[in-house]
């Protein structure tokens, strides 16, 4: 069983060797690991290419972070896809290994686990803690969902139920997430394991306009994927994320 794993990246020359390093060091051996660049001039690009274990590299412009990732697994050649941007690594070596166990049983679709957001200097300290659960069918209309970058699916379901919508600039991966399980109820296994350290400051939580931006994203999507929610949904979107910052694993 192959995994793909595909690194959006611009300007990350600061990050990316510790990205790729996590994917070269999983003692799961099957892996290939995609970068999609949209045209980096930091030295991201040399890094990358003393590389020996990145698979597959697209260096071009591209219209935003999603339609990026969709190119990334347009080329990608594996069962499993899963995303790992250049902020992300991996939180000890067997994440891999885990999740193809979990997807080991046919009848699962997607695989997905913890997360802690870290200090951009020091890693160790965490300042915020994603604590996923077990997926039950309504999760999505209180503004749940899985934590993006521990978030795996058996590739053809992209092909199936469409990829990133691009109509979306910060909240596609919910979007997402949200067709995949609630709408279509794609089977999946919660690996209750911190899977991925993420450096603070991504796109969706950098700034109170992204956020405000963000939650007004996610609403629409909804309404797209025809999900009935409650008016106050964004209200209780953000307040399900209040006990992240002081729960602890």
Not at 30 to 59: A, L, M, Q, W
Not at 61 to 89: E, P, R, T
Request: glycine residues 6%; aromatic residues 12%; charged residues 25%.
């Amino acid at each position: 069983m192959k995994i793909s794993i595909i690194t959006v990246c611009f300007n990350a020359a600061e990050t990316i060797k510790s990205t790729i390093d996590s994917i070269a060091s999983q003692d799961y051996q099957n892996i290939e690991h995609i970068i999609v660049d949209g045209g980096s001039n930091d030295g991201t690009r040399e890094i990358i290419s003393s590389s020996d274990s990145v698979s597959k590299y697209i260096f071009e412009s591209d219209d935003g972070i999603y339609d990026a990732m969709n190119k990334g697994i347009k080329a990608s050649s594996g069962d499993i896809v899963g995303i790992l941007n250049a902020d992300d690594f991996y939180a000890n070596e067997n994440v891999l290994r885990n999740v193809a166990a979990a997807f080991s049983d046919p009848l699962i679709d997607t695989v997905y686990g913890d997360l802690v957001y870290v200090d951009k200097e020091n890693t160790d300290r965490i300042i915020r803690y994603w604590k996923s659960r077990c997926f039950v069918p309504g999760l999505f209309q209180r503004g749940w969902m899985p934590a993006h970058p521990t978030f795996f699916v058996r590739k053809h379901y992209f092909d199936e139920l469409g990829y990133y919508d691009t109509e979306y600039k910060i909240q596609s991966d919910f979007e997402l997430t949200m067709r995949f399980l609630e709408i279509y109820r794609l089977t999946s296994v919660y690996l209750p394991n911190i899977m991925i350290k993420m450096r603070i400051g991504g796109a969706s939580n950098n700034s109170l306009r992204n956020i405000i931006k963000g939650n007004i994203e996610s609403f629409k999507a909804c309404k797209k994927n025809n999900l009935k929610i409650p008016f106050y949904f964004n209200l209780i979107k953000t307040a399900s994320r209040l006990p992240q910052f002081w729960q602890r694993p």
